[in-house]
T-cell receptor
Framework: GAGVSQTPSNKVTEKGKYVELRCDPISGHTALYWYRQSLGQGPEFLIYFQGTGAADDSGLPNDRFFAVRPEGSVSTLKIQRTERGDSAVYLC?????????????FGPGTRLTVT | DAKTTQPPSMDCAEGRAANLPCNHSTISGNEYVYWYRQIHSQGPQYIIHGLKNNETNEMASLIITEDRKSSTLILPHATLRDTAVYYCIVRVGGYGGSQGNLIFGKGTKLSVKP
């Protein structure tokens, strides 16, 4: 079946611009996670959704970052006033339930470059 | 969640077993050991997890020491496609948890050579 998909695969934007990154989780997965991965580092947790609500947004670095999941499936990560330090690969993952024993399925990521 | 320590890199000959170590000396009794790997330009992929008993699946085996302070992921017959960064993650397990985010370290970069 279809895995987690993310669009776009690459995004280049100028400093100060607004960007939206989209994640399509596996159908039926109630939990959705966003991570950010800088070069040479492991993925870093940003936010997690259970259904439509953000159950934990403690990883969002500041208020320029926001994410939504209005119908409990597709999610959008929004970044306002982008900075060069936001350049990274943004990964989305989903799992059947938000449970520690259920594996997370990751998408291929969106590579964001802020010039 | 407990921290883990992994070697930054390892080499393995194609067809041989790859043994990737992980130290987690501060692991708690309710914490599981998880392994994920990330092939270049892809998202991480779940491999295996365990609590105290050794585990095996179609991808790998997980050996956890009796004191649970360290573990080894074994790829029995490494292929070139196993070249990836391997992450050892320790986290609270059990069903009914309310939070499932993974905390990744830098992992071990495994290079399988022909």
């Amino acid at each position: 079946g279809a895995g987690v998909s993310q669009t776009p695969s690459n995004k280049v934007t100028e400093k100060g611009k607004y960007v939206e990154l989209r994640c399509d989780p596996i159908s039926g997965h109630t939990a959705l996670y966003w991570y950010r991965q800088s070069l040479g580092q492991g993925p870093e947790f940003l936010i997690y959704f259970q259904g439509t609500g953000a159950a934990d947004d403690s990883g969002l670095p500041n208020d320029r970052f926001f994410a939504v999941r209005p119908e409990g499936s597709v999610s959008t990560l929004k970044i306002q006033r982008t900075e060069r330090g936001d350049s990274a690969v943004y990964l989305c993952a989903s799992s059947l339930v938000p449970d520690r024993n259920y594996e997370q399925y990751f998408g291929p990521g969106t590579r964001l470059t802020v010039t | 969640d407990a921290k883990t320590t992994q070697p930054p890199s390892m080499d393995c000959a194609e067809g041989r077993a790859a043994n990737l170590p992980c130290n987690h000396s501060t692991i708690s009794g309710n914490e599981y050991v998880y392994w994920y790997r990330q092939i270049h330009s892809q998202g991480p992929q779940y491999i295996i997890h365990g609590l105290k008993n050794n585990e095996t699946n179609e991808m790998a085996s997980l050996i956890i020491t009796e004191d649970r302070k360290s573990s080894t992921l074994i790829l029995p017959h490494a292929t070139l496609r196993d070249t990836a960064v391997y992450y050892c993650i320790v986290r609270v397990g059990g069903y009914g948890g309310s939070q499932g985010n993974l905390i990744f370290g830098k992992g071990t970069k495994l290079s399988v050579k022909p």
